[in-house]
């Protein structure tokens, strides 16, 4: 599972356990929660990801990634007020551990969007609760050949360019 998806699902269960009154409507997907029939429902997804190398070897890659909880509701006289509470229901959830329990180096509430949507027939309101997680990914080292041995040549005086000693290593293996 990649780090992206482990971070989408660790939010999904964090809001799950906090609002029981959703009854299990909370859903690491794009998709679910707008396509359920029973509303309000939260659905947590990646939007998008920014990277930086940090200019180290092996590249250590530092992401920036844009994560969407999105909160859907009827759109009814309650809607601004429904829209209200959950969006203030998933930040009380999720800025107490801005760390995600050392999942992530950080997570910031970055800007909340109010909008009005059409499901096919029927209106629903969002609220779309962003945050910036910064996470770091290092990858997976390059499998390579055990240092079997090596040629070492010296020039003590380099300007008359005489080899001055020579020898081959042969390292301990393991």
């Avoid at 990646?46 to 509701?73: F, W």
């Avoid at 601004?80 to 509470?85: E, G, I, M, V, Y």
């Avoid at 309101?125 to 041995?149: H, I, K, M, N, T």
């Avoid at 001055?164 to 393991?174: G, I, S, V």
Wanted: glycine content about 6%; charged content about 25%; aromatic content about 4%.
């Amino acid at each position: 599972m990649t780090t992206r998806q482990q971070i989408t699902d660790a939010v999904a269960a964090r809001l799950r356990a906090a609002l029981p009154a959703l009854e299990g409507r909370v859903y690491a997907s794009r998709v679910r929660h707008i396509r359920t029939n029973r509303l309000p429902a939260i659905g947590v997804y990646a939007m998008k990801e920014q990277t930086d190398d940090n200019g180290t070897s092996p590249p250590r890659y530092t992401r920036a990634l844009t994560l969407a909880v999105e909160c859907v509701a009827h759109a009814d006289e309650a809607l601004d007020a429904t829209l209200n509470q959950l969006a203030d229901a998933v930040e009380d959830c999720l800025l107490p551990d801005p760390a995600l329990g050392g999942l992530v180096a950080d997570l910031a509430l970055s800007g909340t969007e109010l909008s009005l949507a059409e499901n096919g027939e029927r209106l629903i309101g969002c609220a779309r609760v962003d945050w910036a997680v910064e996470y770091e990914r290092a990858l997976p080292l390059p499998q390579v050949d055990a240092f079997a041995s090596g040629g070492v040549r010296w020039d003590l005086a380099p300007q008359d360019g005489a080899i001055d000693a020579e020898d081959t290593l042969f390292p301990e293996q393991e």
